[in-house]
């Protein structure tokens, strides 16, 4: 049985189409990217299945719930979490506490709690910034220390909004090692976007792929590298056809 | 257990912090010992109260970030609730505590559900509005006294009468909100970290990702509003008894609201200390600026202005208030 399945999913902004049509399902233990141009739909999509936007129309089934109107706590709490983009750190929590309050959504006690938020900090190597405010770390730490902060809520799926990027080549190392420990490990069933393709293709299991709010391809990531239409909406009608050729 | 373990748990402050608190306790427990003017003493229980009012507002506008505006009303229902029920039908302090409490939080889940719906500027402006409305309601209800208020006549009882608080000496009730000021500092430390208090920190910090972490954002404010609530409710009871006179007037004014949230703002919201920083500071300057600038200078008004500037520095310099100076230097000699 799937873990996640998506159908005929759209979602309007107005006159917007952000999402149009879009269908597909991921397996338990499977490892998928999503990809595609600025402006795709694919962060969209991210927050119509995490309940942070209402859908216009389509199914979302989680684990065998119909999730598609839940609030975004309530799709938490089946073991679907999600790291953001953007992520503003103005607050006075620190590393371990953040991860905490992860960790708190299965328990009550404030000591299990911490000590879970501990053994998940050392794990995700980043041990020696517990008592760091986010606001002190570098980019790339802070990435990891929201993902740490997801896997707190022990997910069975964990949705990752470009977690690579801005990083430099040794950041997007640690990075891609934090995500295998996450899907390899702890066996969290793994959706990542992201720009920089030599994560996606290296990770991924399988590659789907968003261009104007639809869904124009989905494959391993070799198919997807060739795929026509995959090309033609990152570079263009024009570079298809001149260099249609090579591409076959 | 574990709560009431981590209630008495202040291992995570530097033991300077704890020497401090050590002695300023001290001081509280001795202070009536010492000669002093009934002045001073007077000054000391508004002190221990707006302390105890402000560590119930810093849960939800200091953790929490909910700026709330209106807490005034919730020292009407607690005042005139002990008030009602001691005029009327003799109750106890220790019954009709309990009760205001009860019904100023069953008042907060009713305007807190709409209100939580609203963000930032908007929360604040409406909490000043219910509380304004309710100070109205009061002020035509001729059950609770109206306009005139309610007046608790100290012969019908022999102090010191402490079931139903009513005593002729201000020592005994510097005793009794000193107790609950312990209590206060207690329960504050539990919720700072609790489950709870950390979602509150979380919603601070960033909505959406408290969201996807698993938190009701709305029912933690919620319910941290009825906190917030509880605590104050508990002080208008105590107030009533002491004061003996309350009116909707003074009770329930703007001025109170902001009195209220200028504690925790000035001392530092979201930290433990901070409205107890911050009334000790401010209680002081608002007793000698209203009784002697405000009534012998005739410069009427001068409090309002001053507090007008503070809550201006306060946002411009520190918004995390003096405690914030305090952890900001503390965190650049650490590194």
Redo the contacts between chains.
Sequence with gaps: MALLEVHDLHKDFGGLKANEDISFSLEDGELVGLIGPNGAGKTTLFNCI???HPVTSGQIIFNGHNITKF???EV??LGL????QV???????TVL??V???C??R?????R?KSRAEQILKDFKLHNLSDY?LSELTVAAQKRV?MA??V??DPKMLLLDEVAGGLNPNEIEAIMATIRHIHHDLEITVMLIEHVMELVMKVSDRVIVLDSGRKISEGDPNTIARDTNVIKAYLGERYVREHAAELT | M?ALK?AFDFSDFPRIDLTIAALAALFLLTFPVFPHSSFAMATMIQFLMFSLYGMGWNTIGGYGGQVDLGKAQYVGIGAFTTSVMLIRWNVPFWVSMPMGMFFAVIWSFIIGYPLFRLKGHYFAIATIATSLVLKDIFEVWNFVGAARGLEISPIKFKPPDFLHLIFREDIYYYYVILGFFFLGIMYVNWFR???LG??L??I???E??????????HWAKIKTYAIATAFVSLVGSFHACYIKNIEPEDTMSLDISILIALMAMLGGA?SLWGPIIGASILIPLKSYLKEWLGAQAGLVGIDLIIYGAIIMLVSAVEP?GIWGIV?KVR?RKRR
């Excluded at chain 2, 959406?208 to 954002?217: K, P, T, Y």
């Design positions: 995490a309940g942070l609030n975004a706590h938490a709490r979490a999600r790291t953001f992520y503003v750190a103005t607050g006075d929590l506490e953040n905490m309050v992860g708190f959504m328990t009550r006690s404030r000591s709690a405010l929201t902060a997801a707190g809520t | 574990e981590n970290r609790s489950r950390f979602q920190r979380s601070k910090d960033n959406d990702i408290a969201r996807s972490l698993g938190i009701n954002v979201g995390r952890e965190r």
